[in-house]
């Protein structure tokens, strides 16, 4: 029994030395390349995504349907400041579709939803630049999205019910990165957005900027 347990002590300690060694190399790697992503300074561009909602229990329908899932083609706009290496503002336009559900009997359930974000982006740039391509980067982003979600039941009858409301959310995401020729920077993104009366609201994005 003593020798298993000083074996698995072993095993345990020479486990933790690699992955401490791993981390370290990581840092080690990262580090220098912290001067290699773009320049501090201002950044415009846009993206396009898939938004993706459900709603289990809808309170206005919840005579008439008892879920709704749904997604839609998403873009969205923004300018960047970067106003240092590893961080950065946000201001955001971000138009999250239409997003519609058939019923039967020519009846349908839409929701759109659109409005403005600002956001506060951490960048860590990863590996050195090879040429006009790099850094790798991850990013991590929060803030606070005012928006306008508009819902519509439609039968043959005309619009059963309509609200158009306005609301504010904390929302955030993250992803991945890759800069080129030190000022286009491409990202696929994931952003949970938390929308009003929903169960599922998410997005992923590919989006550009090109930074000045």
Known sequence: MNRQITHAIRTVGTRSVAVLAMATAAWVTAAPS???GPAQGFGIGG??????????????????????????????FFAQWRFAPFLALEGQYMNLGTNRRFLGGRSELT????????????????????????????????GEYWYTYRQAFISPLGVYTSNSKTYNQFVYGGGVGLVFVQHLDVRLEYDELKIQHT??????????????
Request: charged share 10%; net charge negative; no cysteine.
């Open 47 to 76: 993206g396009v995504g898939r938004y993706n909602i459900r709603i289990n229990n809808p309170s206005s329908l919840e005579s008439t349907i008892n879920n709704y899932s749904a997604n839609d083609t998403a873009y969205q």
């Open 111 to 142: 929701n759109k939803i659109d409005g403005w974000a600002p956001w506060l982006v951490a960048t860590l740039p990863l590996g050195p630049s090879i040429g006009v391509v790099g850094p790798f980067e991850l990013f991590l982003k929060a």
């Open 199 to 212: 169960d599922t609201s998410n997005a992923l994005w590919l989006t550009a900027a090109f930074n000045f």
């Open 34 to 36: 912290a001067h290699a």
